[in-house]
């Protein structure tokens, strides 16, 4: 049986394939282990990699495993799941960035919160590029006004998009979403202003990470390829 750190490894090694069939360097491409529903004592074995970037998708789960993980290795914390307003406070003090911005009033809410704290907080603006009507992230339509009001924030600090396509068993079937979120990413990466500007492509999880990275995906979130299967 394989270890935490070995898959981990395992994982890195994969993306440093997939990046070079692209004809692109693996160090663009950042690995996001998404710990969700993981403990913090499981997670504790990563520490021996050196630095990782984790991810989780509640607030309430992170403020139980990062304080109970601050001493115990060079984590940084990323929010990849659905943030609502009344929790914008709390994840700014939780997280280094945050991958799932999806209007503009939780931009100017994150904003707020990161002038009080006198921090700067770089974002993804988080696309439902299939049009799905049960998932979060912002129409393709929306992105205009995200972009606009991007250009406004002095603490918040736009850096690209994500998505979290459809799940579907081939990976060459969830190519076009990767590809269009791309696309979209180049259609508006001209009209940013201020601070903002979009570079980063945040997409590809267990199933589907090699396609994301031939599309361009500089993170990817990867969970169950690391610490197995999730329960519920
Ligand atoms: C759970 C989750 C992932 C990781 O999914 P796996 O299929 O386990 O790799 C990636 N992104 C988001 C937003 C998630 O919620």
């Not at 004592?41 to 989780?56: C, K, T």
């Not at 992170?62 to 940084?76: C, D, H, R």
């Not at 994500?162 to 269009?180: G, I, N, S, T």
């Not at 945040?202 to 969970?223: H, K, L, P, Q």
Request: hydrophobic share 45%.
């Amino acid at each position: 049986m394989s270890t935490l750190c070995e898959r981990y490894r395992d994982v890195m090694e994969r993306i440093a394939r997939a990046a070079r069939a692209a004809g692109r360097a693996p160090e663009s491409v950042r690995l996001v282990a998404v710990s969700k529903t993981v403990a913090a004592d499981a997670i504790r074995e990563l520490a021996a990699l050196g630095p990782v970037i984790l991810g989780e998708n509640r607030v309430q789960e992170a403020a139980e495993k990062i304080p109970a993980l601050a001493a115990g290795g060079a984590f940084t914390w990323h929010l990849v799941g659905h943030l609502q307003g009344n929790k914008a406070r709390r994840a700014v003090e939780l997280f280094a960035m945050i991958h799932s911005v999806d209007s503009v009033a939780l931009l100017h809410r994150l904003e707020t919160c990161c002038r009080e704290t006198g921090r700067t907080l770089p974002v993804l603006i988080e696309v439902n590029v299939a049009g799905e009507a049960a998932k979060s992230g912002c129409r393709p339509e929306a992105l205009p006004a995200l972009v606009e009001a991007a250009g406004e924030l002095a603490h918040v600090r736009v850096e690209g998009l994500m998505a979290v396509p459809p799940f579907l068993d081939d990976p060459e079937a969830v190519r076009p979403y990767f590809r269009e979120l791309r696309r979209l990413r180049d259609a508006w990466a001209g009209r940013c202003r201020g601070a903002a500007r979009l570079e980063e492509l945040s997409m590809g999880m267990t199933n589907d990470f090699e396609a994301a990275i031939a599309e361009g995906a500089t993170y990817v979130r990867v969970g169950t390829a690391i610490f197995g299967p999730r329960n519920g």
